[in-house]
């Protein structure tokens, strides 16, 4: 899994001048779905027009996480795995703007003079039909470019895209195929399967006791998808890619605290402890269940694999 090839900078603030000037879509992009990707094919193609760097300007944490601080967990995505999917998509930048109580606090007009105008000296800025800012959420499409006129900077408005089914190309609609199991309508959404990535950590080796051995990574802040037995791929930081079939859950056999992704990698010998790895979900095989006992355990994690394997087949 090699790193990114855009460059994050995290902050708007005394910005030197070759980190200023760029032509940025401008927004969560939680996810970088296919409606996100619209919005930032205009920032790219005024980028090539100007002559100036292609960026996204997105915030961490997530404005959802100062006004809903208490909310279930719901991110898709890391601002790594955020920075991987902007660079096939011609970005140079990704700037993260801290999401606090001052931002918050700022008015649309000081919200695009102070920061998109005066912090990062924006040509052009890109954004939704339905993208909001300022204390209040404001600030429309319309007064950003209003404001632009005095500030020196041009809009484009990209309009709601949903797929030629008729297919909403949200991150709400992503969220809401997570929490169903559907992994096909995920990444219709997302134009790749949904991945969540995060250190191996240690677990109770319990797989490596009835012979299949996982890795075990934290769920963290990622949206929960609908509990149960997944295909999956994984891609280690040296860049292999390990078919698998991963519990993501709470194992109701074994009454996990913490729901945890544990995948077992078909093929795989090693120790991956402290590593980073990412994994697709490519396929909802079933749901947890519970066993009368190991044998009966060892026996459907055999059908299971089985599964996998088939369904892996088919996507490859």
């Not at 997530?62 to 991110?75: E, G, K, S, V, W």
């Not at 005066?118 to 007064?143: N, Q």
């Amino acid at each position: 899994m090699s790193g990114p090839a855009v460059q994050i900078i995290r902050g708007w603030r005394d910005l030197p001048a070759d980190l200023r000037g760029a032509s940025a879509a401008v927004g969560a992009f939680d996810g970088v779905h296919l409606g996100h990707q619209a919005v930032i094919r205009q920032a790219v193609e005024q980028a090539r027009e100007l002559g100036v760097p292609a960026a996204v300007v997105s915030f961490d944490p997530h404005p959802r996480c100062l006004f809903q601080p208490y909310a279930a967990p719901f991110r898709l995505m890391t601002p790594d795995q955020m920075a991987r999917a902007l660079a096939p998509l011609g970005i140079d930048r990704l700037y993260l703007l801290p999401f606090d109580a001052a931002m918050a606090a700022m008015s649309d007009h000081g919200f695009a003079a102070d920061v998109l105008s005066g912090g990062l000296g924006l040509k052009h800025v890109a954004v939704g039909f339905d993208f909001t800012f300022g204390k209040g959420r404001s600030g429309s499409p319309e007064a950003l470019a209003r404001y632009g006129q005095d500030l020196g900077f041009t809009v484009s408005v990209t309009p709601r895209r949903d797929d030629e089914g008729g297919l909403k190309l949200s991150s709400s609609a992503v969220r809401e195929a997570l929490s169903a199991g559907d992994m096909a309508r995920a990444a219709a959404i997302l134009g790749r399967p949904f991945a969540i990535q995060g250190e191996v950590i240690h677990g109770d080796k319990r797989g490596r006791f009835i012979g299949t051995p996982t890795a075990n990574i934290s769920l963290g802040e990622y949206q929960r998808p609908l509990y149960g037995i997944y295909a999956t791929r994984s891609r280690l930081p040296d860049g292999r890619i390990f078919g698998g079939v991963a519990n993501l859950g709470v194992r109701p056999m074994f009454e996990l605290e913490t729901p945890l992704l544990e995948a077992w990698l078909f093929d795989f010998s090693g120790d991956l402890y402290g590593q980073v790895v990412e994994t697709d979900l490519v396929a909802r095989l079933r749901g947890e269940m519970n066993f009368d006992g190991l044998d009966e355990l060892k026996a459907q994690i055999q059908i299971d694999a089985a599964n996998a394997r088939a369904v892996l087949a088919q996507s490859a």
